[in-house]
């Protein structure tokens, strides 16, 4: 499976992949699905949002145990994240059908649809989608780099955007969902293990900042007669690490947009996007208001304007402990105790929480690099994951 789906989007330039939401690359991803799926005597379905299901069983019986991930990427991305959940939720079947067991519950595979946000800029599109928590109208507002509303991009896939919007029926058939995920983090190679399970996903969201200044001649504009919006762009950037620090969260300015983007031309609006992260609610909020009063005060000092967008937050998500102490004893017998850690990425698992009982297991990063052509898992450590969520399945789905 690693072999035929590798290729798939993959960068010669960076060896990172580029697996946007409705390209060729994502088409090309969700027919490497279907072709598993249907290998396995599978039934498969695309669901109103694109996201698509892999079915054994009767997918109307509820109370189904449900499993996977997403096979995007973030730009330049590593091949573990996201799809490690997927290739192993086939795998655990196939190890499941070894081992001869009957199945009391339906079973399902998942592939999320666009859970990186890399094309639209907002995360979990798919599943924020199927829980109502984006809805048809915000959806329909999405734009890419280049303009291409997210109905746009759906319709030119070949899919109806018409359809898209909350899908309760489907996910009240759903008892479980348990995705496996890379860690993306050292917490498992720190304590030698080779599985975790997640507790919590710490608050997270985005936010864009856009500083207008005026745009001028970079050879002839007196450094006092300039109205930089780089300069405050780039202390806020100081402000955020300084207050990130402070707070136990994290901040990180990956994306930025300038314009008209001249070399030798005074910027007349830099855009910064702010990814911040924080244990709780009270450090997040710390932080964001930190980095907001610096940003304030910088854009003033240089004469430029500021404006602060929240574009996507999800507070604090503790999974359910019913499902995670039961995962917890099911592999107490194979693995003994098995580490329960929280996470500061997002996922789809964080998403559906609040509609279905769910659950993660993480599978030990030996770099913690992710969201990078770096990324790595050992391939017994990936065989472990497998095991043990093949182990999970069978405690919840066959007895």
């Not at 734009?143 to 509303?149: A, H, V």
């Not at 990956?254 to 009270?282: F, H, T, Y």
């Not at 907001?292 to 996507?312: C, F, K, N, P, Q």
Request: glycine share 12%; aromatic share 6%.
């Amino acid at each position: 499976m690693w072999r035929s789906l590798r290729p798939i989007g993959r960068s010669d330039a960076s060896g990172g992949y580029r697996r946007y939401a409705w390209t060729g690359a994502d088409a090309d991803c969700r027919l490497w699905f279907r072709m598993q799926a249907e290998a396995r005597r599978l039934d498969v379905e695309t669901d109103r949002n694109g996201n698509q299901w892999a079915w054994l069983g009767d997918p109307t019986a509820g109370n189904a145990v449900v499993t996977g991930s997403h096979l995007d990427s973030v730009p330049d991305g590593g091949a573990f994240d996201g799809p490690l959940g997927v290739v192993s939720a086939f795998a655990a079947l196939d190890e499941l059908r070894a081992r001869g067991v009957s199945f009391r519950r339906p079973l399902a595979i998942v592939n999320f649809g666009d859970e990186e946000g890399a094309r639209f800029g907002l995360a979990c599109v798919g599943s924020r989608l199927a829980s109502g928590q984006l809805t048809k109208e915000k959806a329909y507002e999405l734009r890419d780099g280049d303009g291409i509303s997210l109905p746009h991009a759906m319709e030119a896939a070949g899919y109806d955007p018409e359809t898209i919007g909350a899908d309760p029926e489907r996910l009240a058939r759903i008892g479980a969902f348990v995705e496996l995920h890379v860690e993306q983090g050292r917490a498992l190679d720190l304590t030698g293990d080779p599985v975790g399970i997640a507790s919590a996903i710490w608050p997270h969201g985005r936010w864009r900042l856009d500083f207008r200044g005026e745009a001028n001649h970079a050879g002839t504009t007196r450094l006092v007669d300039r109205r930089d919006p780089m300069l405050p762009y780039a202390e806020t950037v100081l402000a955020a690490r300084r207050e990130a620090e402070l707070a136990g969260a994290v901040a990180t300015f990956g994306k930025i947009a300038v314009e008209p983007n001249g070399v030798n031309a005074i910027p007349s609006l830099i855009r910064g996007w702010l990814d911040l992260r924080a244990p709780d609610q009270a450090a997040l909020d710390a932080t964001l208001g930190g980095i907001t009063d610096a940003a304030t005060a910088y854009a003033e000092r240089h004469g430029v304007e500021l404006a602060l967008t929240r574009e996507s937050f999800t507070p604090v998500i503790d999974f359910q402990d019913a499902l995670r102490d039961e995962m917890a004893r099911i592999l107490a017998d194979s693995l003994g105790k098995v580490p329960v850690l929280g996470t500061g990425a997002g996922h789809d698992a964080g998403i559906l929480s609040a509609a279905v009982p769910t659950a993660m297991l993480f599978v030990r990063n030996p770099t913690g690099v992710s969201h990078s052509p770096a990324e790595s898992a050992a391939e017994d450590d990936c065989v472990a994951g497998v095991r043990a969520l093949a182990d999970v399945l069978e405690g919840l789905a066959c007895h």
